[in-house]
């Protein structure tokens, strides 16, 4: 079942004759830290998708952008909360669960932790209350768990849609709404290009999946080895979807040497993958001369 609002279609600037863009930002963690660099060289570019999409981190990074944030100021905050472990910690201690019943119900494990509460904790300001809200048309995948198929949200109630499309398993518990039990929505789409097909001239998806990459001599733990099983099955849909239709740009930074819960690992991320928006200014500039011969 999907959610359907008559998206508003906001030209891109600052050449309103020219080609329109949207953007999608796939699923991964800590690695989606490298959209950042992304929607900064849109902002460098004078690029305003008319539509954004995104899946779980991308669907935060996306939900940023499509409220009126620039990069450098998703930038900024991210690095605010970030720069301190102290600061992690204290934001989490504020999201455990309200009541020690409720604690006792979930019990002590894995995938106790509410997405909702997390993200009141995490998000900015910025961030509205509603997707009618934002100054770009968002849209925002979520796996619905008994009904065995991709749920998209574009209208309505913005933070508990943000949560479901991030609700990982194994760390977050599901999220409950409209009477559905909803996981991250990178489950079933990593890179959600494909539902804004048709929404603009040129559309740009970036992949921040990765592949497990060889950290140490040691085999790797249980939950180590279950988020690398998550990476190969979302590159074997992504790799599917890819054989169907390609984006116009599709961008796939260096980040399989970090973990899905790197968050602290911001600095060295950004490092990593900042050719990425040389990349991406090439590949528009590639794209445009293309389209105008």
């Not at 930002?25 to 849109?42: D, K, M, N, S």
């Not at 085999?219 to 988020?227: D, Q, S």
């Not at 074997?236 to 979807?241: F, G, P, V, Y």
Request: aromatic share 6%.
């Amino acid at each position: 079942m999907t959610e359907h609002k008559p998206a508003k279609r906001i030209v891109a600037s600052p050449a309103p004759s020219g080609p329109t863009f949207a953007v999608a930002f796939g699923g991964g963690g800590a690695r989606g830290l490298a959209h950042i660099h992304v929607i900064e060289a849109l902002d460098e570019l004078g690029l305003r998708p008319v539509m954004i999409s995104g899946s779980s981190i991308g669907a935060i990074m996306g939900a940023g952008m499509a409220a009126g944030m620039p990069g450098k100021d998703i930038r900024a905050y991210a690095g605010q909360v970030l720069a301190r472990r102290s600061e992690v910690a204290a934001r989490i201690w504020r999201a455990r669960p309200a009541k020690f019943s409720e604690m006792m119900e979930t019990g002590i494990r894995l995938g106790q932790f509410n997405a909702e509460r997390i993200l009141k904790e995490f998000l900015p300001r910025e961030i509205p209350d509603t997707f009618e809200e934002l100054s770009i048309p968002l849209r925002v995948t979520a796996t619905d768990y008994y009904g065995h198929h991709l749920t998209v949200f574009e209208a309505g109630e913005l933070r508990s849609a943000l949560a479901a499309s991030a609700a990982l398993p194994a760390v977050f518990r599901p999220v409950m709404r409209d009477g559905r039990m909803l996981i991250d929505g990178g489950i079933y789409n990593p890179v959600p290009f494909d539902v804004l097909e048709g929404a603009a001239d040129i559309l740009i998806a970036v992949d921040v999946v990765g592949v497990p990459a060889v950290r140490s001599a040691k085999i790797p733990n249980t939950i180590e080895m279950m988020f690398g099983a998550t990476q190969l099955m979302m590159q074997s849909i992504i790799a599917m979807k890819l054989e169907r239709k390609r984006p116009d740009i599709l961008l796939r930074p260096s980040i399989s040497g970090f973990r899905v819960l790197d968050f602290l690992k911001m600095d060295a991320i950004m490092a990593e993958t900042a050719s990425i928006k040389d990349e991406l200014k090439r590949a528009v500039e590639t794209v445009l001369k293309r389209n105008a011969a």
